[in-house]
């Protein structure tokens, strides 16, 4: 049995190239760096790789992790710029013995060494977007922190290897340097092939807070399905938070075990995830809360028409 789960529908292509490769009994590494590399590179997905909206000082600075939970080996690379994918340099740290994270000039320079692929990574549409955004700051004193979506998945193969990845251009307008959940293993990602894997997307400051992917894969652990484990983790850290600070930023995760069972839950309405495995197609669901609890609804084929002609439509300088 394989199977991959990822958050978003932005994931859908990657997906569908990841499910080349497990139906030929691939790796569900070369799996999981191909998937994730396709939303990179898609420059219309803002919140990821190329194309990601920027810094408050208008560079783009990104995230990615990885995990390999046969040997638990982990990669992941904070605030690097100028490169093209971020996935696969965390990918390649998951194989050093120490050094496995790194951060800001430190990450930079050991990418160029490595002879990674450099690329500006600012998009003429991102800089409207930056523009755009300060005027709007300057005029409504609106809050900078929105439009974010990381790009995170867990992957099975036929050899049973689980592995979880993130990448993401983090919060738009966050402040030089910052990182959230997504680079930091057990917040934004966990895999244990002898378990499973979760990651995670929404507000990085908050998902921190409850080490939530890892917290979902302890709880597989102890007999929960994945469903049960998303809905606690995400119940309970969504009720601490609000106990204990008054409010809750957007926490949604997916998971995997080690069966290919699956699951999907989110403290917000509108959370979209992609799944596929041997007897799945890849398909889109969205994550609805019906009385605490969350349930998946089919993506209409005009839901995802009207999510695509969003991503594109024409944007102009305000
Ligand atoms: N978790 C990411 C971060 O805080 C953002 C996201 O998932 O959308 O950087």
Redesign the pocket.
Known sequence: MWGIIA?WTMSKEGIEKAEEILKMSGDSGDAIEKAIKEVEDFEYYK?VGYGGLPNEEGEVEL?AGYMDGDTLQIGAIGAIRDFSNPITIARRLSKEKVNNVLVGEGAIQYAYQNGFQRKNMLTSRAKIHYHNRLKEMKELELKPYSG???V?MVCLDELHKVVAATS????FM?KKG?????PIVGS?FYADSQIGGAT??????D?MKGCISYEIVSLMEKGLSPQEACEEAVNQLDTKLKQRKGQSG?I?VVAMNKKGEWGAASNIEGFSFVVANACHKPTVYIVKRKNGKCIHELASQEWLDEYMRKRMEPIYKK
Do not use: M, N, P, Q
């Open positions: 958050t919140s995230d974010h979506d990381t995170g993401t251009s983090g919060l966050k910052r990182i959230g959940d997504s934004g995670a997307t929404g507000l990085g400051e998902l957007d949604s």
